[in-house]
């Protein structure tokens, strides 16, 4: 059993920054990052590739947000620039346990999760 761990999130304003990490106890391939507003469904934010080479993101995040990950510290990182409002909610982080050629983007494409972290923007 991989056990996630997220971590970066908090308070910022409208236009700003912040970076979110995932550690990964383990060895994992395609890894996520989706997202969960009060009263919404969990939503894809992003995926990357084991390795590296093919990141997706969710068109409402296209141009604002980076996936990347460091494979030697089983680690993902979720770079957002230009928050919003709307980007407010618990971040979750995902990984699969085995590898797949085709994107994941639905929550039950994951194997593994970790607690989630807040990201609160402010206008």
């Known amino acids: 059993q991989v056990q996630l761990v997220e971590s970066g999130g908090g308070l910022v304003q409208a236009g700003g920054s912040l970076r979110l990490s995932c550690a990964a106890s383990g060895r994992t391939y395609a890894m996520g990052w989706f997202r969960q507003a009060p009263g919404k469904e969990r939503e894809f934010v992003a995926t990357?590739?084991?390795?590296?080479?093919?990141?997706y993101y969710a068109d409402s995040v296209k141009g604002r947000f980076t996936i990347s990950r460091d494979n030697a510290k089983n680690t993902v990182y979720l770079q957002m620039n230009s928050l919003k409002p709307e980007d407010t909610a618990v971040y979750y982080c995902?990984?699969?346990?085995?590898?797949?050629?085709?994107?994941?983007?639905?929550?039950?494409?994951?194997?593994?999760w970790g607690q989630g972290t807040q990201v609160t923007v402010s206008s």
């Open positions: 995902a990984a699969d346990r085995a590898y797949s050629s085709s994107y994941h983007i639905s929550v039950h494409e994951y194997d593994y």
């Open positions: 990357i590739s084991w390795s590296g080479s093919r990141p």
